[in-house]
């Protein structure tokens, strides 16, 4: 099956810095999403992309369909943003089954 | 808010027992999801609904049945619970519906324990 690859697993950061989260798909896929899922536990949709840019405050995403890729930016990271973030899609051959990566793990030091 | 609700959002039982999640939405919305989150795999499709008594399966459906005999509630039935169905298990729906625009959002998720 489709295989979905996320980079970096861990990344720990300052406040006020910024990073950028990779999502590889082994096929092509549709329906793409990033999701946050906050200390709580509570999975928070941030971007619903299949392809092209968007941006959302300190938030942006740039899919890149073709290539089987999305990428999710966050600029002047603040303590908040401290959570496991995760890409998702839909493979072209699948009517619904979502396919998630297994995360990156974003720890912001105050 | 997407209007999503779980019940229990907490639970302990011992293998071998029943157990019934409940998915509850507002919106009658017609596609329903029913995810497990296990530490090294992200999410992962147990079973999913597409209308009133149309379900079908996904990657993890063993050891799971579902039914949904009204819009607004999806049930996830463990028939003999097993200590590797532990797990915290998440709801989500498709306000959308359909293959082609499927951005799903997520219930606050049920934390089950077996025992």
């Known amino acids: 099956g489709i295989q979905v690859e996320q980079s970096p697993p861990d990344l720990i950061l300052q406040e006020g810095a910024n990073s950028t989260l990779r999502c590889n798909f082994s096929?092509?896929?549709?329906?793409l999403q990033w999701f946050h899922q906050n200390p709580w536990g509570q999975l928070i949709n941030l971007f619903y992309?299949?392809?092209g840019t968007k941006q959302n405050g300190r938030l942006s995403a740039t899919t890149v369909a073709t290539e089987r890729y999305s990428l999710l930016y966050i600029s002047s990271s603040q303590t908040t943003d401290s959570g496991v973030y995760f890409c998702a899609g839909i493979p072209y051959s699948s009517a619904s089954k979502i396919i998630f990566g297994s995360g990156t793990r974003l720890s912001i030091r105050p | 808010d997407a209007g999503i609700t779980q019940s229990p959002r907490h639970k302990v039982t011992e293998t071998g027992t029943p157990v019934t999640l409940r998915c509850h939405q507002t919106?009658?919305?017609?596609?329903m999801y029913w995810y497990r989150q296990d530490p090294g795999h992200g999410l992962r499709l147990i079973h999913y609904s597409y209308g009133v008594k149309d379900t079908d399966k996904g990657e993890v459906s063993d050891g799971y049945s579902v039914s949904r005999s009204k819009t607004e509630d999806f049930l996830l039935t463990l028939e003999s619970a097993t200590s590797s169905q532990t797990s915290v298990y998440f709801c989500?729906?498709?306000?959308?519906?359909?293959?082609?625009?499927?951005?799903?959002?997520f219930g606050p998720g049920t934390r089950l324990t077996v025992l």
């Open positions: 096929d092509s896929v549709n329906n």
């Open positions: 992309i299949p392809s």
């Open positions: 989500a729906i498709n306000p959308t519906g359909g293959r082609e625009n499927n951005e799903q959002f």
């Open positions: 919106e009658n919305h017609r596609y």
